[in-house]
Each structure stands twice: as C-alpha cells, then as structure tokens.
C-alpha cells in the first residue's frame, strides 16, 4: 500500500515540477563535471545508437529476457526526459523510478549507480541539459512474458533491490575510497563481471564466477587468475583500464567498448584510486565457469604436435617462438587471458581476430589477424598448444568444447 | 554458441587466407634496421604502418578476393577520404560487415585516417575487365547510365561523379574500375535496401532508388567490362559541379 502512495506521490510531485526548463541554468563546472561524469558512466554505450545523435536512445541491448531498447534522454520535452526535474532524475538513478513513478529495468545499471553521490547525479542532469533536445520517439522494448510486465518489475525491486549509500570507510585511503565509489557506482563493473540468477541478481559474495555478455566471458575481479587486479602493481591495472593494454594484457571484445567508449576519459588520478581498490579486494578461488570436456591423455601427444604446427605456421611471427610476443603482438607465455579456465574469449580472439582501443595511452594499436578459417579440431589443437606450452598451466580445449553452444 | 561465430565468419575466408600466409612478416626486419639505425632511439620501434594493417591485408589484398560470404574489395589506391568514410560508417552502423565492424568498432578517428592513407597511397595494378554482357539491349543501358544518365527519371550520369575514366575523384569518391560486377550490384542492391548507408546526404541512396533491377544489373556489367585506363589515378577533383549534393563524415579534428 505504502508503495503505491509513494507512486502517487512521485506523479503528483512529477506535475508540479515538470516546468523544468524555468530552473536556473547550471554553472560551466558542474556542466563538464557531469560530462566527465556521464563518460565513466558510459551512459552513452548505451543512450547513444551508433551512428545516431548523442543520448537519443534506440541502441538494442540484448538480455536473457529479450531487447531492450534504451530511451532517448536528451532534454526534448516529448520524446526525452525535457520535463524532468532534478528529483525524478535522482529518483530514476537511485531508486530505479521513472517520472511517472513505475519501476525502471534494471538495465539499466541503477542497481549500481544508487550508490552514486547526489551532487554526482545533479551535474550528470545539469550537463544531459546542456546538451541540445534530440526529437527522436522511443522504440518499445522487445521482451518475452513475464519480463515484459513493468508491474512486476517493482516486485523485483522489492525483493532484490536495495537503494544505496555509499558511505566512505575512514580506515581506508582516500585512493581507495574514491576507488571504491566508482567501481560500485558509476563504474557498473559488476553488471557485467558477476554471474547473475535467473532474477538477474548477481550473489555478492567473491567465489561466484564471471558472467557471460554477448558471447563473451568477463572474468571475475576477486580472483586474479580471471580479471582481479591483486597480483599485479597498482599502475599496471590503472593503465589497462585507462589505455586498453598493459604489457601482455588488453582489452577485448566488450571490455574494450567499454575502454574505448568511458574508461580511457579516466584521470590519472581516477584510474589509480580503482586500481587501488581492485588491487585491495580479496582474492578468491571461483567456482569454474563451464566444465571442459576432458582430452583424453592417450591423445594428447598428438593434439600438441597439430596445435604446433598451427602455431609455427601461422602465430610465431608475431607472437614469438616460445610466446615470448614482440613489440607487435602480446605475450601469450604466462599471459593469463590464454590460460583463463573458461577458453571463450580466447577462442573469440583467434577467429575473429581485432583490435585493442586506440586511446590516448596507446594511439594506434596493433591488431590480431582473424583466423576463423581454422577448423574445430584445429583450433582446439591451437588453443590447448598454448595454454599448456612455455609454462602456461591451463587445461586442454578439446573439439567438443570448440563446437559447444552455451 | 560459438558456432553462431563460426557460421558469421564462412569457411571460404579461410581457403584464401591459407594460401596466402597473412603474416608476410616485416616487423623483424623492421625491428633490426630500427636497431641499426641511432637515429631511432627513444622512437617507438617497429613503427610501420604495414604492420599495424597486418589484419586487414590478411583479407584485403593487392586484388579484391571473391569469398562465399562475399567479395572483399581491393583497397589498394581508393581515394583516402571515401577508404576513411567508409571505416567509419562501418563503426557507426551505417555500413555493416560482421568482419569489418568487429575491426574497426574500438578504433579512433586518427587511427582510421592513417590506415585510409597508408592503402590510398598504395599502386597496385587492376586486375583485367570482364567481358561485356551479351545481351546487346542490357550492354546499351548499361552504357547510357554509365555515360549520359537518364534525365527523364533525374539519374546523373555515373562519370559526373566518378570521373570521366571512373577511376575516381579526390577526395571522397571512388573508383568503379577493377570490380566484379557481383559487387557493384550488391552495392547498389544495399543502398535501395538501406543496409548500406553513407553520410547524409547520402546520394548513393537517392540514385540507386531510381535504378530499377534491370537499371543495376546493366550498369553493374558495363563498367565491369570496361578496359582499365592506362592511368587509374583518381581525378584530383573535388567534383566540379556535382548533380546532386552528396555527404562525407568530417575529417579527424575538424
């Protein structure tokens, strides 16, 4: 009951402020804060299709429950978010409400961004209204039942959902501090780095594995065999988030979106204070992601002589004899996204081959030729040369696992 | 799962990209002679742009190669700015090649104009035309689009655009020279159908609405046939008084 006079409330109050164009206009600071702001939000990977006007909506963003279709949030009256105040913005990026008071999905990531400053919210609002409005109608979501009932999605709310507020831990560092609040908050790294329920809740505790995106596995970040930055120097984790690549590492597939689109706009300074906090967070065994389908020893012998020959023929140029890499190509030697338990993102990289993001750090990047000419059984062989050669200790990718939908 | 990817990406990639070895490796020879070379301290080595374009040279040959997923254009002494216009409408979803979008999609403005230049600057020999349709009706149409246009139905003539030889003018407008007429039609078919798209205005889509099938088809198999000129430099352009007006992205930094 409560809750729906909460409803009421938000729509009357949503009425009364909804001349939102007679605020007084936002100061020049606050407007770039929020652009730096929005960026690391990457608000727009999402609000902005590609190729089309900034914030305008219509990127399709494909979940387990169907499409959904990010609205235009540009200040256009009609179309966007132009009769939103300051408060309904709060309240969509705390609370997951919308101006007219129903429950957001949250796909968008408000989960996360609850634990987002007030004054942070406000010049995000101050620069998306600063920008020019964007005509442009919202495309309704595609989702199968009972996912497409909004009703129920405060439902969900109600039971997995819990607003935020992120409170600084004083016997930490300000570093980590600051680390912390944006790695929880603007940063959304869990939406995509924890493994989820079929309620899309991710369980919180540090021994679940990754999750899978778009064909694509995210690592975990509390374990330093996946993604977690524990075993390596602070500096080398701020400059993979900022630059896409440190060392034998980069970022791939959707991390590098993700690097292209938000994290490469990082301060220095920023970019520490989240490798400060990754650096700091337990470092966990994970649960294994998907089971491999054993090799059978009698046939390994010859699996490693396939991938070998594979390897000489078509790899060692640029990767080097022994995996050593070159100034041209990454290590794969004690390069752990090769080793990583679960083979898919590397079988990704070998077939369609690409490029890491050219940013500020690392301009004109080299790329990896696509190979997906490669049958199964070749690029198993492949796969199990170089995460069981030069010391790397990963297990053997057999065909099947090649060949396995998921 | 995984063989969605493989499906996207057709086994005929892979009959090419097997004869020819994709690494015709320079970057050690590059390396020692950068280490030979006092000069070249503190700059960063192996710094060639023929190794940074080691993926795409691993399709993109000195020859455009027919694939069973579809013809994979030279890219060998197009106009920079169209090789620049069209990496970035495949990174902004107005062109769309699984392959090519996958390449491009993390890769800055800067960066797609260097790799533009790097293949406009390249010379490389056009390959022999095909022979001309027999349909003597069809290589007459094809011929009249090509050379006059058609006033009645407001279609320009190609050569207003792509110059009198078709080899191209700078900078935005390519050459029709050197290419099957397979993908000269795929071409026009994308732009009716709009999975092709160029920057607004984008005149490609408004001529090749007016093209009937038939229109496509001959035009597509006339310039296929055409003899290659002597002289398959690009005009320097730009288009002297254009038909109609036609769009390009902005340059980096502009």
């Known amino acids: 009951m409560?809750?729906?006079?909460?409803?009421?409330?938000?729509?009357?109050?949503?009425?009364?402020?909804?001349?939102?164009?007679?605020?007084?206009?936002?100061?020049?600071?606050?407007?770039?804060?929020?652009?730096?702001?929005?960026?690391?939000?990457?608000?727009?990977?999402?609000?902005?299709?590609?190729?089309?006007?900034?914030?305008?909506?219509?990127?399709?963003?494909?979940?387990?429950f169907g499409t959904f279709y990010a609205p235009n949030i540009t200040a256009d009256a009609d179309t966007g978010i132009g009769r939103w105040s300051a408060d309904d913005f709060w309240q969509a990026m705390h609370n997951g409400k919308r101006a007219d008071g129903s429950a957001m999905y949250p796909a968008c990531p408000y989960p996360n961004y609850t634990h987002v400053h007030?004054?942070?919210?406000?010049?995000?609002?101050?620069?998306?209204?600063?920008?020019?409005?964007?005509?442009?109608?919202?495309?309704?979501?595609?989702?199968?039942?009972?996912?497409?009932?909004?009703?129920?999605?405060?439902?969900?709310?109600?039971?997995?959902?819990?607003?935020?507020?992120?409170?600084?831990?004083?016997?930490?560092?300000?570093?980590?501090?600051?680390?912390?609040?944006?790695?929880?908050?603007?940063?959304?790294?869990?939406?995509?780095?924890?493994?989820?329920?079929?309620?899309?809740?991710?369980?919180?505790?540090?021994?679940?594995?990754?999750?899978?995106?778009?064909?694509?596995?995210?690592?975990?970040?509390?374990?330093?065999?996946?993604?977690?930055?524990?075993?390596?120097?602070?500096?080398?984790?701020?400059?993979?988030?900022?630059?896409?690549?440190?060392?034998?590492?980069?970022?791939?597939?959707?991390m590098a979106d993700v690097v292209f689109q938000s994290l490469q706009y990082l301060t220095e300074a920023d970019a520490m204070a989240m490798a400060t906090y990754l650096h700091a967070l337990p470092d966990h065994d994970t649960e294994p992601a998907v089971r491999l389908l054993p090799v059978r020893q009698a046939d390994l012998p010859a699996v490693m002589q396939r991938g070998q020959k594979i390897y000489e023929e078509h790899c060692q140029d640029c990767h080097g004899r022994d995996g050593e890499g070159s100034l041209a190509a990454p290590a794969l030697a004690g390069n752990r996204a090769v080793v990583l338990a679960d083979p898919t993102n590397l079988l990704n990289v070998i077939r369609d081959g690409g490029y890491p993001p050219s940013t500020g750090g690392n301009p004109r990047p080299y790329g990896m030729p696509p190979f997906g000419f490669l049958n199964d059984v070749e690029l198993a062989a492949l796969a199990t040369y170089i995460r069981t050669s030069w010391g790397n200790a990963g297990t053997p990718v057999s065909s099947a696992n090649v060949t396995r939908k998921d | 799962m995984l063989s969605v990817l493989k499906a996207a990406y057709s086994g005929g990639a892979g009959k090419v990209l097997k004869q020819r070895r994709i690494c015709t490796l320079s970057w050690r020879t590059v390396v020692v002679a950068l280490a030979l070379l006092p000069a070249a301290v503190g700059a960063p080595p192996t710094d060639s742009?023929?190794?940074?374009?080691?993926?795409?040279?691993?399709?993109?040959?000195?020859?455009?190669?027919?694939?069973?997923?579809?013809?994979?254009?030279?890219?060998?002494?197009?106009?920079?700015?169209?090789?620049?216009?069209?990496?970035?409408?495949?990174?902004?979803?107005?062109?769309?090649?699984?392959?090519?979008?996958?390449?491009?999609?993390?890769?800055?403005?800067?960066?797609?104009?260097?790799?533009?230049?790097?293949?406009?600057?390249?010379?490389?020999?056009?390959?022999?035309?095909?022979?001309?349709?027999?349909?003597?009706?069809?290589?007459?149409?094809?011929?009249?689009?090509a050379t006059e246009g058609d006033p009645a139905r407001d279609i320009p003539a190609c050569q207003t655009c792509h110059g009198e030889r078709l080899t191209g003018v700078l900078p935005n407008t390519p050459g029709l020279l050197g290419l099957p007429s397979h993908y000269l039609a795929a071409q026009l078919g994308a732009w009716r159908a709009g999975t092709r798209e160029a920057a607004a205005p984008d005149c490609m889509h408004a001529i090749a609405e007016r093209l009937t099938g038939m229109d496509i088809q001959a035009v597509s198999l006339w310039i296929a046939a055409q003899p290659v000129p002597a002289d398959t430099s690009p005009i320097a352009g730009p288009v002297a008084e254009p038909p109609m007006e036609c769009g390009s992205v902005p340059l980096p930094g502009q």
Not at chain 2, 79 to 85: C, D, I, K, R, V
Request: net charge neutral; charged share 20%; glycine share 10%.
């Open chain 1, 118 to 254: 007030r004054e942070d919210i406000d010049a995000i609002y101050a620069y998306l209204r600063s920008l020019p409005p964007v005509q442009q109608q919202n495309r309704a979501h595609e989702l199968s039942f009972p996912a497409s009932a909004r009703p129920l999605v405060s439902l969900w709310q109600w039971l997995f959902f819990k607003p935020g507020s992120f409170q600084d831990d004083p016997s930490q560092t300000p570093a980590w501090n600051r680390g912390a609040y944006l790695v929880q908050g603007l940063g959304h790294c869990s939406a995509c780095h924890a493994e989820r329920n079929a309620f899309g809740v991710s369980r919180g505790d540090g021994s679940a594995p990754g999750a899978r995106i778009r064909n694509w596995y995210a690592p975990s970040l509390y374990s330093s065999a996946e993604a977690g930055l524990q075993a390596w120097p602070v500096e080398k984790g701020a400059a993979l988030l900022r630059h896409g690549k440190a060392e034998e590492a980069s970022a791939m597939g959707p």
């Open chain 2, 49 to 145: 742009m023929e190794q940074r374009v080691q993926p795409c040279i691993a399709c993109h040959g000195e020859q455009g190669i027919d694939l069973e997923s579809g013809y994979v254009p030279r890219l060998h002494g197009k106009p920079a700015g169209y090789l620049y216009n069209q990496l970035v409408n495949f990174r902004e979803g107005r062109r769309n090649n699984r392959a090519m979008v996958i390449m491009v999609s993390h890769l800055a403005d800067d960066y797609l104009w260097e790799m533009a230049e790097y293949f406009a600057t390249r010379d490389v020999p056009y390959p022999p035309p095909a022979s001309p349709p027999a349909n003597a009706q069809l290589a007459t149409r094809g011929r009249i689009l």
């Open chain 1, 2 to 64: 409560s809750m729906r006079m909460s409803y009421l409330l938000t729509l009357v109050l949503a009425g009364a402020l909804s001349s939102a164009a007679a605020q007084p206009a936002a100061a020049p600071e606050q407007v770039a804060r929020g652009e730096y702001l929005a960026r690391i939000g990457n608000c727009a990977g999402c609000h902005t299709a590609p190729g089309g006007a900034d914030f305008a909506g219509g990127r399709a963003i494909d979940s387990l």
